[in-house]
């Protein structure tokens, strides 16, 4: 279970190296764009469809570094009052629902990636901008997340990482 843990966080880190390197490219289009729009009055054609893809890589490879660092929010008023084991399990089942959550989106955007793909889906713009590849990394983000949500639930539950504040106080 830990070797699949520890792949799984290499493949995040990987991927969040990915969603860095589209938000930075984000950020030099924007600046660009704005820059375009002072100087001779209009946006660089295609930039913000460019934009708007580089969007969804940064938000879907930059959710397992979320889930592997444990960025998420949560309220834990509840499962603090409760004894460890309960609350270990309480956070065992919300990371299970959280996978099942990904694998119910997972699975239609899996089937959308493939439509898209087969038909070498673009966006109309200035420019033809292909969509596919941004909707094939959308199901690959949320089936990652699913089994990084999985892993992270089994850990949880055996005890191997603490899900709770005084866990980690108490070793």
């Known amino acids: 279970m830990e070797r699949l843990n520890r792949a799984l966080e290499r493949v995040s880190h990987g991927l969040t190296w990915v969603a860095l390197a589209f938000l930075g490219f984000m950020m030099v289009a924007i600046a660009v764009d704005v820059g375009a729009r002072a100087l001779i009055g209009s946006a660089v054609p ?8 580089s969007m969804v890589m940064v938000v879907f490879m930059g959710l397992g570094a979320t889930l592997v660092d444990d960025g998420h929010i949560r309220v834990t008023l509840m499962t603090d009052a409760l004894p460890l084991h309960l609350s270990r399990g309480l956070a065992a089942l919300g990371w299970i629902l959280a996978a099942l959550t990904f694998l119910l989106l997972a699975w239609p955007a899996t089937q959308e990636a493939a439509y898209s793909f087969s038909i070498r889906e673009f966006r109309w713009g200035y420019f033809h901008v292909p969509v596919w590849w941004a909707k094939i990394a959308t199901a690959f983000g949320l089936w990652f997340a699913a089994l990084q949500a999985l892993v992270h639930a089994a850990m949880i539950a055996t005890g191997r990482i603490a899900s709770d504040p005084r866990e980690s106080a108490s070793h």
Not at 46 to 53: C, I, V
């Open 46 to 53: 295609g930039l913000f469809e460019m934009t708007e893809m």
